[in-house]
C-alpha cells in the first residue's frame, strides 16, 4: 500500500529529525504541538531521518482520522 499525501503539500516544510534524537514534540509540518500521550502520524526516510505529524495535518495532508 501507498500512501501519498495531498495535492498542496510541500516536502520543503517538513522539519525532519535526526535519526539519534529524542522524538519531536512538535508536528514536523505546522509546529503544533504534539502530547505525550499521543501516538502521531510518523513516517521515516531510509536515512532513518523522521517527520511526526499532528493529528490535524495527518488528517489534512493524509487522509488519516482518528477513531
Known amino acids: ?3 501519498l499525501p ?3 503539500f510541500n516536502w520543503k ?3 525532519w529529525g535526526h535519526p539519534e534524537s529524542p522524538p ?3 508536528c514536523c509540518y505546522c509546529s503544533a504541538g504534539i502530547a505525550e500521550q499521543d501516538i ?3 513516517i521515516a ?3 532513518g531521518h523522521v517527520a511526526r505529524f499532528c493529528d ?3 488528517e489534512r495532508w493524509w487522509g ?3 477513531t
Do not use: N, Q, W, Y
Open 1 to 3: 500500500m501507498k500512501i
Open 6 to 8: 495531498a495535492p498542496g
Open 13 to 15: 516544510h517538513v522539519s
Open 24 to 26: 519531536s514534540v512538535l
Open 40 to 42: 502521531p502520524f510518523t
Open 45 to 47: 526516510r531510509p536515512d
Open 56 to 58: 490535524a495535518c495527518a
Open 64 to 66: 488519516l482520522k482518528e
